[in-house]
């Protein structure tokens, strides 16, 4: 419980802080952003804002602060909204270069993660607000749904770019992590919406939904071996140096989401083996997290701090 508290308070400051940061970067370098919008290469990671505010907002549920988890989903289903129809047209539909599909890399399934984690949140407050119940459920039966279909656009769509173009070390960069990720939260997504609270929506669709996780921890577990061979042939047969980057952050958030997953379908469907995964994972994940923030000071303080 007192890591649990200690992440949770580490996430709470970074989100305030990249609120801030973007609020400034917006008014300060606009140009900047309106060319993120217009890269479908780039384009994609504006998602991360609504899962970061939902799974933020998933945690203050867990520690009871309703209201303010209620706010952030209702904000991040806003943003998701707008997002979800600027970015294709922005970015994708709207460019004059063709084929877009080149440009196509494993930061455009986090449009799948941030469907996901608001179907997290909402299907977290649906037992808890019984006056809100049915919407809630529809929220979280909404999204999940449409990240199901978004998972097979986005597989569709990077799969081809890595068996049509050429596809260099350089290029299998750490956020095609993301397309294991993505299938753990959805994971997490059906399991909550598994427990929630009778409700139209959630009595039409709770079979559906229970069979579905399977299938996609199944398939998320299947992909973990092609991305650690990914990195061994990126960094090790193709000598691309192991410098800390960013996008590092996109390895540790699929394999905590994976040992959420597997904990959550295991109590779903009680499924003993499936616990102990999650259990297992965690330390796997708290390990990747301490790795990765331990690299991102020391980038940190010999870049900007030293000079």
């Not at 139209?200 to 079979?207: E, I, L, Q, S």
């Not at 090790?236 to 905590?256: D, M, N």
């Not at 989401?257 to 965690?282: H, N």
Request: aromatic share 14%; net charge positive; hydrophobic share 60%.
């Amino acid at each position: 419980m007192g890591i649990s508290l200690a992440l949770a308070t580490v996430a709470c400051s970074g989100w305030a802080i990249l609120i801030i940061l973007n609020v400034i970067r917006f008014f300060r370098h606009r140009a900047a952003i309106v060319e993120d919008f217009q890269d479908p290469a780039r384009a994609f990671g504006f998602f991360t804002w609504v899962a970061a505010t939902c799974v933020l907002g998933s945690r203050l549920a867990v520690a009871e602060h309703l209201k303010w988890a209620l706010a952030l989903l209702l904000a991040g289903s806003a943003i998701w909204l707008i997002l979800g129809y600027a970015i294709p047209w922005t970015a994708v539909l709207g460019q004059a270069v063709r084929p877009v599909m080149q440009t196509a890399n494993g930061t455009w399934f986090i449009w799948v993660v941030a469907s996901q984690s608001i179907a997290v949140l909402a299907a977290t407050l649906e037992v808890e607000f019984a006056d809100y119940r049915r919407e809630l459920a529809v929220l979280a039966v909404f999204s999940w749904s449409v990240g199901i279909f978004l998972y097979a656009a986005a597989g569709v769509f990077v799969g081809a770019r890595m068996l049509l173009f050429d596809l260099k070390p350089a290029d299998l960069t750490p956020p095609y992590w993301v397309a294991m990720g993505a299938t753990a939260i959805t994971v997490v997504g059906g399991a909550r919406i598994v427990h929630m609270a009778d409700a139209p929506m959630v009595d039409a669709t709770r079979g559906l939904i229970a069979g579905a996780s399977v299938f996609f921890w199944a398939f998320g577990t299947w992909l973990i071996p092609p991305l650690i061979a990914a990195g061994y042939w990126r960094h090790v047969r193709h000598g691309v140096p192991v410098r800390y980057e960013a996008t590092w952050w996109s390895i540790v958030f699929p394999l905590g989401m994976y040992g959420v997953g597997s904990s959550f379908l295991g109590e779903a469907d009680r499924l003993p083996i499936l616990v102990t995964v999650g259990s297992v994972q965690f330390w796997i994940a708290l390990a990747a997290w301490c790795i990765v923030a331990t690299a991102m000071t020391s980038h940190v303080y010999r870049t900007v701090i030293r000079g």
